[in-house]
């Protein structure tokens, strides 16, 4: 059974840091594209960030370039999403997404397989 186990959650001051780890089982995406998505209440789910399946290209939404990065570790089969400059509007659950594709994709729809999500809560 694939599954996607996203972990590093939790509530922080703005202006802080945190690093989210999406960790994979049942199968192995170290060829395929992976991303991070994600919803605050009342809000529709919103890309964040994704990565090629090599590590060697990333994309960013516009409101998280600068301040969050992406990154995969294949061995491990983990990716991390590295939060700094946190915001109150980052308040969200996070989502950890596997692409079927190599590539990095920013629509939800080019995703396969998803996690359960972790939620952030940044205070002012």
């Known amino acids: 059974q694939v599954q996607l186990v996203e972990s590093g959650g939790g509530l922080v001051q703005a202006g802080g840091s945190l690093r989210l780890s999406c960790t994979t089982s049942?199968?192995?995406?170290?060829?395929?594209?992976m991303g991070w998505f994600r919803q605050a209440p009342g809000k529709e789910r919103e890309f964040v960030a994704s990565?090629?399946?090599?590590?060697?290209?990333?994309y960013y939404a516009d409101s998280v370039k600068g301040r969050f990065t992406i990154s995969r570790d294949n061995g491990k089969n983990t990716v991390y999403l590295q939060m700094n400059s946190l915001k109150p509007e980052d308040t969200a659950v996070y989502y950890c997404?596997?692409?079927?594709?190599?590539?990095?994709?920013?629509?939800?729809?080019?995703?396969?397989?998803w996690g359960q999500g972790t939620q952030v809560t940044v205070s002012s």
């Open positions: 997404a596997a692409s079927g594709g190599t590539g990095w994709y920013r629509t939800s729809w080019q995703y396969d397989y």
């Open positions: 049942g199968r192995t995406f170290s060829n395929n594209g």
């Open positions: 990565i090629n399946w090599s590590g060697t290209s990333t």
